[in-house]
C-alpha cells in the first residue's frame, strides 16, 4: 500500500512536470518554435499538441456531447 501511494505520487509529479513544461512550450512557441522547445524540453510534440487541444479548448467528446445534445433540439 505505501508503495503504491509512492508510486502515484511519482506519477502525479512527472505529470505536473509534463504539464509546466508544455505551458512554458506555449508561451514561447513564437520566439523559438515548437520543434526546437520540446526536443529541449524533452516532451514529444505529440505530447505537446495534445496537451494543447485539452487546454485550449473542449475535448473531442465534449464536443460531440454538444452536438448530440443539438441535434435532439432540432
Given at each position: 500500500?505505501?508503495?503504491?501511494d509512492r508510486a502515484a505520487v511519482r506519477r502525479q509529479q512527472r505529470q505536473d512536470s509534463r504539464?509546466?513544461?508544455?505551458?512554458?512550450?506555449?508561451?514561447?512557441?513564437?520566439?523559438?518554435?515548437?520543434?526546437?522547445?520540446?526536443?529541449?524540453?524533452?516532451?514529444?510534440?505529440?505530447?505537446?499538441?495534445?496537451?494543447?487541444?485539452?487546454?485550449?479548448?473542449?475535448?473531442?467528446?465534449?464536443?460531440?456531447?454538444?452536438?448530440?445534445?443539438?441535434?435532439?433540439?432540432?
Open positions: 500500500p505505501q508503495q503504491h504539464s509546466l513544461r508544455c505551458e512554458f512550450i506555449d508561451a514561447e512557441k513564437t520566439t523559438y518554435g515548437v520543434r526546437r522547445l520540446c526536443r529541449v524540453l524533452q516532451v514529444s510534440k505529440t505530447t505537446f499538441y495534445a496537451w494543447a487541444a485539452r487546454a485550449g479548448g473542449p475535448t473531442i467528446h465534449e464536443v460531440a456531447r454538444h452536438v448530440e445534445v443539438a441535434r435532439q433540439r432540432e
